[in-house]
């Protein structure tokens, strides 16, 4: 289709969408229309027809009253005062007689609407089907009901008693799926007539205003296609100065499109009964006959309460059917929360039962998404794909919840993604993080049998033309998966809020518990304080008496008695130093830092001259690059640095060249330090114990130390805002590093 073509169907399209088809300002000939006042009950409008039934023309009857039109006025005016008051749909108020003309019998019906009474009067036929004899046929088709199985057995049903009570040649009922397309469900049909069963009218066929009017007038007949409209006189109003709003109508006239559809189709008359479930139109039962064919009003108020009747076993199934569906989605609710509150993170719970996460919205597979974290089960796309959907939903901002059963239409920029799935249902879990749970279904290339090809064409005035062909037409549909269960949605904005509740319950109990840790370790760093404060005196005496007796008694000691002092006061000064290296650390938690530029390079010279006596007669190589200068305390640094440099030159001792460099890794927002050796290494499963204290991962015979030189550095650097994290393979060496955030001077702290 050109550009040119298409923009032309668009704007068709448009217009029979804006097409007032309330306001006609006709009506069909096979009834006459009179508008009273309200106030008054004089005549104000009337259709042009009314010279054929009540031997008056239109213009002639404005400005009088009933009694002029019927001559059982007097019971009609009674009636009219009870007319309900909460209902506009045309109430049967009498069976009635001309007063003028052939004096024929009529139905009179009367609504309320735009500011007047509108009166509507039907020839009653002589063959007419009377109420006492149609209510024994509808209450065996409401005992049916009862034991249908499923909703098409209930519209079968419904159909077969609508085909007995009107005798159309062809009655079918279909239901509206999500997109407004028709599908037929039931049908009940005379020899000669096409079958539509299975098959699907698009929504196009009803306008958007078609179909409002439907759920609000719910019987439409139209005995004969090629009817002459009746116009109203005066055409407007006088009331309101406006065309007449004939919404409720029963004889309002049809839209010229809607008219030329049903020749097309081949039918001469119609009439629909609509199936109308919560408020919004659920399906029709539409009736075809090939000839013309008028259904009396009694027999239409019969097919109506079948329609009624009909619309609450449907919804009563349907709400039956819901309410099943949303007890399975809150039991499995349940089992997740379970999970979930019983393991550390939400997604160790999700993980736990992978059957009842992903079956919880009927998906082939589902993803945890907590930042760089994902978690996946079943079957989905790449974990890459699934990080790069959680990038798009945080982009995009949908809200709480997003939805598609078509990733390649609504998901365009991720074109990858749709190779792998059909569709997704993601909901948030943190109000403050991409944190997601994501579901996903796979495409499902289905089948769509359509009664006739669904293209509309504009027709020579450029006004749009109905399709000509009602043959079935097969389209193959790919890209969609099957939809998401409006409960579905429902439940996981419920699993969300209950996510979110065991969230902020353990991130309370994590906040009791870091206050309470907060508050043992001020309690510890004072102990320990005061522990290695008041020993260091006594062990000093010790370290200093053992050397005294050394001195002054050796000679007077056996060999053994000197070898029990050397371990006296070798074990004195090893807990002398244990003791200094406990007071270093607790005042590391208790000293302010005094932040100052520090300069990386000149410190990692200082300190390789402190250490010179340890290393100067091994075989060992530098390897110093250039380094930053940071904003820290440089007393604290200088013991950190200090403490991995001591750590590489004695872990490296035993080589037979040993290599140790300092250097600075590229990062925009922290400052990046290590010291690298090929000393003995450690294993990385052991690397989270590094940095604890008094954690060792080689005997002390081997490599002297009291365990707290690397928790020192973590507390100093953890002071800092920065992180540290260590690297090694055992036998091949060793890499530790400390972040530090980048800062100027005039912003460091004062702490």
């Known amino acids: 289709m050109s550009n040119e073509s298409a923009a032309a169907l668009q704007v068709a399209s448009d217009n029979c969408a804006r097409e007032p088809i309330h306001i006609p300002g006709s009506v069909q000939p096979h009834g006459v229309l009179l508008v009273l006042d309200r106030g008054t009950s004089l005549i104000l409008q009337a259709s042009a027809n009314t010279a054929q039934w009540l031997g008056m023309p239109a213009h002639a009857l404005l400005g009088k009253s009933l009694e002029a039109v019927v001559e059982e006025a007097d019971v009609v005016a009674e009636r009219l005062l009870h007319l309900p008051q909460e209902d506009q749909n045309p109430y049967h108020v009498a069976d009635v007689r001309f007063c003028q003309g052939e004096r024929l019998l009529a139905a009179m019906l009367v609504h309320r609407n735009d500011g007047v009474l509108i009166v509507e009067f039907e020839l009653i036929h002589e063959h007419a089907t009377p109420y006492s004899q149609l209510y024994p046929v509808v209450r065996t088709f409401i005992n049916q009901l009862q034991d249908a199985h499923d909703i098409d057995e209930l519209c079968q049903l419904a159909v077969n008693e609508i085909k007995r009570l009107t005798g159309f040649g062809r009655v079918k009922s279909y239901r509206f799926d999500a997109l407004g397309n028709g599908q037929v469900n039931a049908e009940a049909l005379d020899p000669g007539y096409p079958s539509y069963l299975g098959l699907s009218f698009p929504a196009d066929d009803i306008p958007r205003q078609a179909r409002a009017l439907y759920c609000a007038n719910r019987v439409r007949l139209i005995p004969d296609a090629d009817y002459t409209p009746a116009t109203l006189v005066p055409a407007l109003n006088p009331l309101t100065d406006a065309p007449l709003d004939l919404s409720f109508a029963a004889l309002r006239s049809v839209s010229p499109v809607h008219l030329q559809y049903m020749r097309n189709m081949g039918t001469q008359a119609s009439m629909s009964v609509s199936i109308v479930v919560g408020g919004h139109l659920w399906g029709l039962i539409s009736c075809h006959h090939a000839r013309p064919r008028s259904i009396d009003v009694h027999a239409r108020t019969a097919c109506e309460l079948v329609g009624n009747v009909l619309s609450l076993q449907v919804e009563t199934r349907e709400t039956h059917d819901s309410h099943q569906h949303l007890l399975t989605l809150r039991h499995k609710i349940v089992q997740l929360l379970s999970a979930m509150a019983d393991r550390d993170s939400v997604s160790e719970g999700l993980r736990a039962l992978p059957d009842v996460f992903t079956g919880f919205a009927r998906a082939a597979g589902a993803a945890v998404v907590a930042g760089p974290h994902c978690v996946l089960t079943g079957e989905t796309p790449p974990q890459a794909l699934v990080d790069a959907l959680a990038d798009w939903l945080a982009r995009q901002g949908h809200g709480e919840v997003f939805s598609t059963d078509n990733v390649g239409r609504d998901i365009a920029e991720l074109p990858e993604l749709a190779r792998h799935v059909g569709g997704v249902l993601a909901v948030s879990i943190s109000e403050l993080h991409a944190h997601y749970l994501i579901w996903f279904k796979p495409e499902q290339e289905r089948t769509v049998d359509w009664a006739g090809r669904p293209d509309k064409q504009v027709g020579v005035a450029g006004a749009l033309s109905p399709r000509n062909s009602f043959e079935r037409w097969v389209e193959i549909v790919s890209g969609f998966s099957t939809p998401w269960h409006a409960l579905e949605i429902e439940g996981v904005l419920e699993l969300r809020a209950a996510v979110l509740g065991i969230v902020l319950r353990k991130a309370e109990e994590l906040a009791q518990?870091?206050?309470?840790?907060?508050?043992?370790?001020?309690?510890?760093?004072?102990?320990?304080?005061?522990?290695?404060?008041?020993?260091?005196?006594?062990?000093?005496?010790?370290?200093?008496?053992?050397?005294?007796?050394?001195?002054?008694?050796?000679?007077?000691?056996?060999?053994?008695?000197?070898?029990?002092?050397?371990?006296?006061?070798?074990?004195?000064?090893?807990?002398?130093?244990?003791?200094?290296?406990?007071?270093?650390?607790?005042?590391?938690?208790?000293?302010?830092?005094?932040?100052?530029?520090?300069?990386?390079?000149?410190?990692?010279?200082?300190?390789?001259?402190?250490?010179?006596?340890?290393?100067?007669?091994?075989?060992?190589?530098?390897?110093?690059?250039?380094?930053?200068?940071?904003?820290?305390?440089?007393?604290?640094?200088?013991?950190?640095?200090?403490?991995?440099?001591?750590n590489a030159i004695k872990y490296t001792r035993n080589q037979p060249h040993a290599v140790i460099e300092v250097g600075a890794l590229d990062d925009p927002d922290n400052v990046v330090v290590f010291v690298r050796d090929n000393g003995v290494g450690f294993d990385m499963q052991y690397a989270g114990k590094l940095f604890g204290v008094f954690q060792r991962l080689h005997r002390m015979e081997e490599f002297e130390g009291t365990g707290i030189g690397l928790a020192s550095v973590r507390r100093i650097i953890e002071r800092h805002d920065g992180r540290v994290w260590a690297q090694g393979e055992l036998g091949k060496g060793s890499t530790f590093y400390f972040a530090l955030p980048r800062r100027t001077h005039a912003a460091a702290p004062r702490i």
């Open 513 to 646: 518990l870091a206050s309470e840790l907060k508050k043992s370790n001020k309690e510890l760093e004072a102990f320990s304080y005061s522990v290695s404060h008041d020993l260091r005196a006594p062990l000093r005496h010790i370290a200093g008496y053992a050397e005294l007796l050394t001195d002054f008694e050796s000679e007077r000691l056996s060999e053994r008695g000197l070898r029990f002092l050397d371990h006296i006061g070798d074990s004195a000064k090893f807990a002398g130093c244990l003791v200094d290296n406990l007071l270093s650390f607790s005042q590391m938690g208790r000293s302010a830092l005094r932040f100052s530029d520090v300069d990386m390079a000149a410190l990692v010279d200082a300190i390789r001259r402190e250490m010179l006596p340890d290393y100067q007669d091994r075989d060992l190589e530098w390897r110093v690059e250039p380094l930053p200068l940071v904003v820290a305390d440089a007393a604290f640094i200088h013991l950190a640095l200090r403490n991995l440099i001591a």
